[in-house]
Structure formats: C-alpha cells, structure tokens
C-alpha cells in the first residue's frame, strides 16, 4: 500500500502524544483521517496537508462504537494507540474472514508526550537522577510524537505478509521483535 491518499484511517487515542502524531502523519500524506478521543477537548486539532482530520467523540471501550466506526468510515487502517490485544484481534477477523493484519508497536521513552513524561520521571527518580540526567544516559534516541508517526505510516506501506508480528519503536524507527 505506497499510496494513502484515499484510504480512510481511523486512529483510537488521537487526542495527543504518539496518537496526535499518528493521525497528523497520515493526513500528511494524504489519507483522510478519523480521530477518536472520549471528549471533544481531546481530539485531534485538524492537521496541516492534503488529507482531513475528522473528530469523533466516543468511548472505545463501549462494545458498539468499534462496529459503528467501522460501518460508518469503511477505513482501510485501523491504529489502536496503546492496544495490546494484537493476536486477540487477528484471531477474530481470520475467524470472521476479513482480511486484515495485525501487528503491535511498543514504543519506547517519548518524553514529549503525556505519559511518557511521569513515566520517565518515575525512573528517573528511582535511578536518583535528574530527568536529564537519566535521559542522557539512554542508549537510544528518544521517541516524539512525529517519529511515531512517520513509522506506524511506513508500517501501513508494508506487504502484510512482511509485517513481524510486533515492533519496538524508539528514536530510531521500528525494530522487529523477535
């Protein structure tokens, strides 16, 4: 799939962080884009470039909304921002014949970002360092919003018969798990 112009994505957890700089990613390149956040404060502000950021204000977690979202939107990718129930959801949609793949992203350190932040104090602190000092001494790039989403972008551009069934995202792009 080089081309996403056109093809409708839905992200879950696009309010901010890693899930803003998904959504915004992909409307850079095109693809009309469908933000899911629970309250209308938290979805994603319309993103600069040819494709549209549209907002829908729903709980993910309410059994209904996946179906509707997907039968209203037909998207052609689906990002679960913080969705650990990768072969779960491959199970079912071989079971239900849809041809769709399913692969995990953990990301690693994103500072920037609203969970990433205490996250990174919280060691930080149990290391007895300086947030600094502590992110200086990582041995990997760290982990922005934009990187993220440049990277769950190139993913969706992949055969799905290459994809691994799980990554680990820092800095430095995507590295297959094993």
Known sequence: MSSLTDKTTIVVGASRGLGRGIATA???TGAPVVTVA?????????ASGPGAIQAEV???ADATVAAGLLDRYRPEVVVLVAGL????????????????????????FAPETGVGRPAVAAYAAQAGLSVEDYLDRQAFELLTPEIAGS??????R?????LAPAYLLNGRGLHTIR
């Open 85 to 108: 129930i990768t072969a779960y959801a491959q199970e079912e949609a071989s079971r239900a014949g849809l041809e769709i793949t399913f692969t995990t992203v953990m990301p690693q």
């Open 38 to 46: 629970r309250t209308r404060d938290a979805t994603a502000a319309a």
């Open 26 to 28: 992909f409307a850079q």
């Open 151 to 156: 990277a769950v972008v190139e993913l969706v």
């Open 158 to 162: 992949t055969d799905a018969a290459a």
């Open 58 to 60: 729903a709980d993910a």
